[in-house]
């Protein structure tokens, strides 16, 4: 009776391991799939990456990144925003060429993500900047990233993200607003780099310009430690 009670006692601690591992992880590879249910949390604890549906948004699904300790879970970046899982099963997935792909129940895809060079082993990584990346099996730089989402900010800016152009992939970076409080949907308000003469920061409401942040005059020995906002 003693030894059959040790070996359950050990099998339910085998599951408990396995689950706790399961929770944990902050990597996506091709044979795993996310679902509304479960998220990707940074090594060191900082950062979650899961679905979420905000409030009074009748059942939308989208896949987002906030900080785990902070109550109130404030999402400071959103993938799909524009087109939300509206239904009871939202599922996150890798695919074997390294694109990311968003799907119901039923195998329609709301979302995908654009890599921008081959993966031989790909794998999705929640990064302990907040940044989510996808690379190689052996994650080792940012020059290696197939595709991040820091390239595509939605209404907040954290450290290590830029702002602006990267003039060798054309790639315009800026931050929108959301529609309202419970609809991460682009809104009216958005904050660009202008490049027409010196650079300088745009804040739009619409079509309409409302403040400027006027050309960077100071001495060039700032210029350095600026520029790697705006550009790559």
């Given at each position: 009776m003693?030894?059959?009670?040790?070996?359950?006692?050990?099998?339910?601690?085998?599951?408990?391991?396995?689950?706790?591992?399961?929770?944990?992880?902050?990597?996506?590879?091709?044979?795993q799939?996310?679902?509304?249910?479960?998220?990707l949390v940074?090594?060191?604890?900082?950062?979650?990456?899961?679905?979420?549906?905000?409030?009074?948004?009748?059942?939308?699904?989208y896949?987002?990144?906030?900080?785990?300790?902070?109550?109130?879970?404030?999402?400071?970046?959103?993938?799909?925003?524009?087109?939300?899982?509206?239904?009871?099963?939202?599922?996150?997935?890798?695919?074997?060429?390294?694109?990311?792909?968003?799907?119901?129940?039923?195998?329609?895809?709301?979302?995908?993500?654009?890599?921008?060079?081959?993966?031989?082993?790909?794998?999705?990584?929640?990064?302990?900047?907040?940044?989510?990346?996808?690379?190689?099996?052996?994650?080792?730089?940012?020059?290696?990233?197939?595709?991040?989402?820091?390239d595509?900010?939605?209404?907040?800016?954290?450290?290590?993200?830029?702002?602006?152009?990267?003039?060798?992939?054309?790639?315009?970076?800026?931050?929108?607003?959301?529609?309202?409080?419970?609809?991460?949907?682009?809104?009216?308000?958005?904050?660009?780099?202008?490049?027409?003469?010196?650079?300088?920061?745009?804040?739009w409401?619409?079509?309409?310009?409302?403040?400027?942040?006027?050309p960077?005059?100071?001495?060039?020995?700032?210029?350095c430690?600026?520029?790697?906002?705006?550009?790559v």
């Amino acid at each position: 009776m003693r030894k059959s009670y040790n070996k359950s006692f050990l099998f339910l601690f085998f599951i408990l391991c396995l689950l706790s591992l399961s929770v944990s992880r902050d990597t996506l590879t091709p044979n795993q799939l996310l679902f509304d249910n479960e998220t990707l949390v940074s090594f060191d604890g900082t950062f979650s990456l899961g679905f979420f549906s905000p409030t009074n948004s009748k059942n939308n699904w989208y896949i987002g990144i906030w900080y785990t300790r902070i109550p109130g879970q404030r999402v400071i970046w959103v993938g799909n925003r524009q087109n939300p899982v509206s239904g009871p099963t939202a599922v996150l997935m890798l695919t074997s060429n390294g694109s990311l792909l968003i799907t119901d129940g039923n195998s329609k895809v709301f979302w995908s993500s654009l890599s921008m060079m081959a993966v031989g082993k790909p794998a999705a990584q929640l990064l302990d900047t907040g940044n989510f990346v996808v690379g190689d099996s052996q994650i080792t730089d940012s020059n290696s990233f197939a595709w991040q989402s820091f390239d595509y900010p939605t209404d907040t800016l954290i450290p290590g993200m830029k702002l602006g152009w990267n003039l060798t992939s054309g790639l315009n970076r800026n931050l929108t607003a959301w529609s309202s409080s419970t609809d991460p949907s682009p809104g009216n308000y958005t904050l660009a780099l202008d490049l027409r003469g010196d650079p300088q920061f745009i804040f739009w409401n619409g079509h309409i310009l409302q403040w400027r942040s006027g050309p960077w005059t100071g001495p060039m020995r700032w210029v350095c430690c600026l520029w790697p906002i705006w550009f790559v």
